[in-house]
């Protein structure tokens, strides 16, 4: 366990050394950036070495694995973040842990959401998850709702009891015109933000980069970087 905590206590570091270095570059302020540690496929003992270490947002994707990780680490001050895909049978269990939904991408997930939430007299975050890889009326490859469906979504989410409409949220395509445009993906994203802020001036968070990417998205102006493999390591295979 030592080691364990010497070897993310180094990643981490480095991490926020490249958060840093960005922000420096972008002339941002540091704490203009939070970062979320993406902690899927790794033990609540990770969690808890990280909170040590002082870090506060982490982040799931898959339900099975969330719900008891956070259920074994409730004890500590930490802000859950949903980021994967989420169908409607899931949201149940996911209202009772998650603080923020990141992949917000259709009505019917709206209206779940909603009733779970009520249903638990919680409050719940959402960010809207943005396709850059999908044409009208359709999803992306890896989730998400078409750029012309935002404003939509958007009214969906502002309507609905117990959630509260945080932002935008995208994942750098692997097809479309911004695949392997992580800079201009994020410039984008922003673009939709501003807009989205005109009519919703509290949405302004945007959670956007990754491990290989988050310069990119520091520089184009993100709220939120969701860091993986860069603090924990490769991930194990699942199997």
Same mark, same amino acid.
């Given at each position: 366990?030592?080691?364990?905590?010497? #070897?993310?206590?180094?990643? +981490?570091?480095?991490?926020?050394?490249?958060?840093?270095?960005?922000?420096?570059?972008? /002339?941002?302020?540091? &704490?203009?950036?939070?970062?979320?540690?993406?902690? $899927?496929?790794?033990?609540?003992?990770?969690?808890?070495?990280?909170?040590?270490?002082?870090?506060?947002?982490?982040?799931?994707?898959?339900? #099975?694995?969330?719900?008891? $990780?956070?259920?074994?680490?409730?004890?500590?001050?930490?802000?859950?973040?949903?980021? %994967? #895909?989420?169908?409607?049978? $899931?949201?149940?269990?996911?209202?009772?842990?998650?603080?923020?939904?990141?992949?917000?991408?259709?009505? $019917?997930?709206?209206?779940?959401?909603?009733?779970?939430?009520?249903?638990? *007299?919680?409050?719940?975050?959402?960010?809207?998850?943005?396709?850059?890889?999908?044409?009208?009326?359709?999803?992306?490859?890896?989730?998400?709702?078409?750029?012309?469906?935002? /404003?939509? +979504?958007?009214?969906?989410?502002?309507?609905?009891?117990?959630?509260?409409?945080? /932002?935008?949220?995208?994942?750098?395509?692997?097809? /479309?015109?911004?695949? *392997?445009? #992580?800079?201009?993906?994020?410039?984008?994203?922003?673009?939709?933000?501003?807009?989205?802020? *005109?009519?919703?001036?509290?949405?302004?968070?945007?959670?956007?980069?990754?491990?290989?990417?988050?310069? &990119?998205?520091?520089?184009? %102006?993100?709220?939120?970087?969701?860091? %993986?493999?860069?603090?924990?390591?490769?991930?194990?295979?699942?199997?």
């Amino acid at each position: 366990m030592t080691d364990r905590r010497a #070897q993310l206590a180094a990643n +981490l570091a480095e991490v926020e050394e490249r958060i840093a270095s960005a922000c420096a570059s972008a /002339g941002r302020e540091r &704490d203009e950036v939070t970062l979320i540690v993406v902690t $899927k496929t790794y033990p609540a003992s990770d969690v808890r070495i990280l909170h040590e270490l002082g870090v506060r947002h982490v982040a799931e994707n898959r339900d #099975q694995d969330a719900a008891p $990780k956070a259920a074994a680490c409730e004890d500590l001050s930490l802000t859950w973040h949903f980021v %994967g #895909q989420l169908q409607t049978n $899931k949201v149940r269990s996911v209202v009772g842990y998650a603080d923020v939904v990141q992949s917000v991408d259709r009505v $019917k997930l709206v209206t779940a959401l909603s009733a779970a939430a009520v249903r638990r *007299g919680r409050e719940l975050g959402c960010l809207l998850q943005v396709a850059l890889d999908a044409e009208s009326g359709e999803r992306g490859g890896r989730g998400g709702v078409a750029p012309d469906a935002i /404003g939509e +979504l958007a009214a969906a989410v502002e309507d609905a009891p117990g959630l509260r409409l945080d /932002g935008l949220m995208t994942v750098a395509p692997l097809a /479309g015109p911004y695949a *392997g445009r #992580q800079r201009a993906a994020f410039d984008r994203l922003m673009e939709f933000s501003s807009r989205l802020r *005109g009519d919703h001036p509290a949405a302004n968070m945007v959670s956007a980069g990754m491990s290989g990417d988050l310069e &990119d998205a520091v520089a184009a %102006g993100a709220t939120h970087v969701r860091v %993986g493999t860069a603090v924990l390591g490769d991930r194990p295979r699942l199997g």
